[in-house]
């Protein structure tokens, strides 16, 4: 029996494990790539810190944020509320864990959460997620083809002090890629306890 190669795929989080990786296979997870820099809905912009920098695809259209645009993934765009959830407090440290499949070099990740009044039987858009992440990490070398420090360790861990909210919540952390179009889009179900 011959078996078809798979493709390396990019990234995901895998701890605590994102909605991708409960809901898809580890090969699929790690692929969910559309345009870099969330909330913008054009394509063609210069990072803002970093003009040198591949410029972006068009980031995935509301209602198709969690797949990232993807068919195969689409399973992940459903609106309700009965995914599995991590239980978590306001005010909690909540550490997270990118793995990679695929080396890139990096500008950015940044890291959205669902408006207090979010709804969420609706489908999941920009207008859901506050405007600005709570919480960036960026890299910082200019120009990405010559820098050496914008390799993320593998994995890479994060530490993000939760803002406060009441019961379901969606983060949404989106990996921005320096020398390409792209970005590695997640979702994490959570709900605040406390």
């Known amino acids: 029996m011959t078996q078809s190669r798979v493709q390396p795929r990019h990234g995901l989080i895998s701890e605590p494990a994102s909605r991708a990786n409960i809901y898809l296979p580890e090969w699929q997870s790690a692929g969910l790539e559309s345009g870099k820099f969330f909330p913008q809905t054009q394509g063609g912009l210069a990072d803002p810190y970093a003009s040198d920098d591949v410029y972006n695809d068009v980031p995935p259209v509301d209602g198709k944020i969690a797949s990232a645009g993807l068919d195969y993934a689409a399973e992940l765009d459903r609106p309700g509320s009965e995914w599995q959830k991590h ?5 909690q440290k909540l550490p997270i864990t ?38 960036q990490v960026q890299l910082n070398g200019q120009p990405y083809w010559a820098a050496d420090d914008l390799l993320p360790e ?41």
Not at 87 to 91: F, I, K
Not at 98 to 117: C, G, L, Q, V
Not at 162 to 174: A, D, F
Not at 180 to 191: H, N, P, S
């Open 98 to 135: 990118w793995s990679f499949h695929a080396p890139h070099k990096t500008r950015r990740w940044n890291y959205f959460i669902t408006r207090e009044d979010w709804d969420p039987t609706a489908p999941l858009s920009r207008a859901q997620f506050e405007p600005r992440p709570f919480h």
């Open 154 to 194: 593998n994995p890479t861990r994060h530490e993000l002090t939760l803002p406060r909210r009441q019961g379901y919540h969606v983060l949404l952390s989106v990996w921005e890629v320096a020398d390409t179009a792209k970005g590695f889009y997640q979702v994490i179900d959570l709900e605040f306890t406390g």
């Open 87 to 91: 239980p978590v407090a306001s005010g």
